[in-house]
């Protein structure tokens, strides 16, 4: 279950974009038209067998960049981190394929309407991995640590003010949430949560109106909120009431695993699961050496492993997609919004429309991606249903229509490259993150349809900068940063509130408008109970994004896995995952 979004590691590594040639094109165009058929018919899960005890799993974190290591659902923003703390990682909720909540994970989810609650209840049994019972305090206290300005936390977003009190404590009015009741005190293990109103989503996981995870109180409430982040109890010696607990970690290259004895589903059948950071250049030797159990496979490197032996190949399109996105303000922590800036470089609608029309995505995925990579044409994946807004304008590849933007809007010539309509140079800097072998080329080819149009694109610092430095530089609107590529991991309820709304630290482009704010209301209103009106409202603000293009969507890939063939339990299905990641307490080596 996908609990709330959080920035993609995958980004565009799975993109290649070298010199598109004519020469043979469409004996290529056959054989990735036919590796996509392929890909579609394999399966979500791995073969079920029977199980034995014991064993060692060792799977890969493909990154180009060490792993921060902020084993904290509420500090964490990157799915790398998240790959790592998988074995640990248990959400409060299970949920059926269709991402609705169910009774059958840790906790307990009732929500009343006429009183506009939500009760969750913990499970007796479901235990940290020091022994300690989970109790209502440890389901509070991660909205202290979202809401609270000392953490920095980037999950924090205006939903939560849909609870009660909670945007009191956020601008530090108030000492306590107010609206978050503990019925039975403390170490009970009830919360009672009160909101203004409730909302359509929030019967499946990932809605961003109530939070999907628990922090140990008992371990954690020492620490003041400022120090949290980079404290050892988050750092080195984290607790989880998942399957597993941490055993070693070499910092930023790898986390050693063994069996949580507190575990509330029963003993793992796995004795030991390391995750081991691999470079994406590295990754297809060594699925074909079969260095790793468990390996995510390039797209662009799927003809070098396709046929290895030993493996069983899991084939998913995920809630995912990069984009192109404009920084156009600025986030205001004293205010706790962002605000965006009128004047700002990239504040020109018929720029970035330009931008967006120059760019050859669909070509670059067909030739380049083994065909496993494809556009999109909206900020809604497709996975959502009749949410998806498939009349929606979308930026298909058009060079003269670029020009003719950019000639009415003011952007004239001079010489090589055009001027902003004040007559002042134009230099447009560019950030993308590191990635695979095929990532310089990649970008480099976007550079150049840029300069086709007579844009001076230039890359931040002149050259592609590393993942940390990359989030960083977002995250804190580094002055050098006019455009980005970036991607998102979704959560499993299509509001993009948490996204792109104007008190949402994780709206990057920094945009704010009426309209936005009006429309985003709209998805989450009372009346979006209603199925076709919320359809309807998702629809339109679909068409508002793309024909605003402060964010513009690129693309989406399978996910392919390589698993070893002696492994049982590995799935992808959302009834089998947890906070996106496989639920490790189910797999095993087959007898």
């Not at 999950?155 to 003010?161: I, L, M, P, V």
């Not at 104007?502 to 920094?510: D, G, H, I, L, V």
Request: proline share 5%; glycine share 6%; charged share 20%.
């Amino acid at each position: 279950m996908y609990k709330t979004r959080i920035i993609s590691f995958t980004g565009l590594i799975a993109t290649v974009a070298l010199t598109l040639a004519a020469c043979g094109k469409s004996d290529s165009n056959s054989i990735n038209n036919e590796n996509a058929k392929l890909v579609s018919k394999f399966p979500q899960a791995v073969p079920a067998k029977k199980t034995r005890q014991g064993g060692t799993v060792k799977y890969a974190v493909e990154t180009d960049t060490p792993f921060t290591g902020i084993f904290s659902d509420e500090l964490s923003t990157t799915s790398i981190d998240g790959a790592v703390a998988a074995p640990g990682e248990e959400a409060l909720f299970d949920t059926d394929n269709n991402f609705k909540i169910t009774d059958k994970g840790p906790a307990i989810l009732k929500i009343n309407r006429t009183a506009k609650t939500i009760t969750i209840t913990i499970k007796e049994g479901v235990k940290w991995s020091d022994g300690k019972q989970v109790n209502a305090k440890d389901i509070e206290y991660p909205y202290e640590i979202l809401a609270n300005k000392k953490t920095k936390s980037q999950r924090y977003s205006s939903q939560f003010e849909e609870i009660i009190g909670m945007k009191e404590y956020h601008e530090g009015k108030a000492n306590t949430i107010s609206g978050i009741e503990m019925p039975d005190g403390d170490n009970g293990r009830t919360v009672i949560i009160h909101f203004k109103a409730l909302k359509p989503g929030m019967l499946y996981s990932g809605n961003g109106y109530f939070w999907e995870s628990a922090a140990p109180y008992h371990y954690l409430k020492n620490i003041a909120f400022d120090k949290l982040q980079s404290a050892d109890e988050i750092r080195k010696k984290p607790l989880f009431f998942g399957p597993f607990q941490v055993q070693k970690i070499v910092r930023g290259e790898a986390v050693t695993w063994v069996p949580n004895k507190y575990y509330w589903r029963g003993k793992p059948k796995l004795d030991k699961i390391t995750a081991q950071v691999i470079s994406p250049n590295s990754t297809s030797e060594a699925i074909k050496n079969q260095k790793f159990d468990v390996a995510q496979v390039i797209n662009s490197q799927w003809n070098q492993v396709k046929d290895t032996k030993g493996v069983n190949f899991v084939a998913q399109i995920p809630l995912l997609y990069n984009y192109l996105g404009f920084k156009v303000g600025k986030w205001d922590n004293n205010q706790g919004k962002n605000v965006m800036n009128s004047q700002a470089k990239m504040n020109n609608k018929s720029l970035r429309q330009a931008m967006a029309f120059a760019m050859n995505i669909g070509s670059v995925d067909q030739q380049y991606t083994a065909g496993l990579s494809f556009p999109i044409p909206t900020l809604i994946p497709q996975q959502f249903g009749d949410y998806f807004n498939k009349n929606s304008q979308k930026y298909d590849y058009n060079l003269k229509k670029a020009n003719t933007l950019l000639d009415k809007a003011g952007y004239k010539k001079r010489g090589k490259w055009r001027v902003q309509p004040n007559g002042k140079p134009l230099t447009i800097h560019l950030l993308a993150k590191t990635g695979s072998s095929v990532q310089e080329p990649t970008i480099q080819n976007y550079l150049q349809q840029w300069q086709k149009i007579g844009l001076n694109v230039k890359l931040v610092s002149g050259r592609l900068t590393e993942f940390n430095s990359f989030s960083d530089k977002i995250q804190n609107d580094d002055p050098e940063v006019d455009v980005f590529i970036a991607g998102w991991s979704l959560a499993s309820e299509p509001s993009p509130a948490s996204l792109y709304g104007e008190s949402s630290p994780m709206n990057y482009t920094r945009f704010v408008t009426s309209e936005n704010n009006k429309l985003l209301n709209q998805i989450d209103s009372e009346k979006s109970f209603n199925h076709e009106y919320r359809v309807q409202k998702i629809h339109e603000w679909q068409n508002y994004m793309n024909s605003q293009a402060y964010v513009v969507p690129m693309d989406n890939s399978y996910i392919l896995t390589a698993v070893n063939q002696k492994l049982t339990g590995y799935s992808t299905k959302p009834v089998d995952n947890s906070n996106g990641h496989q639920l490790w307490g189910k797999v095993g080596f087959s007898k």
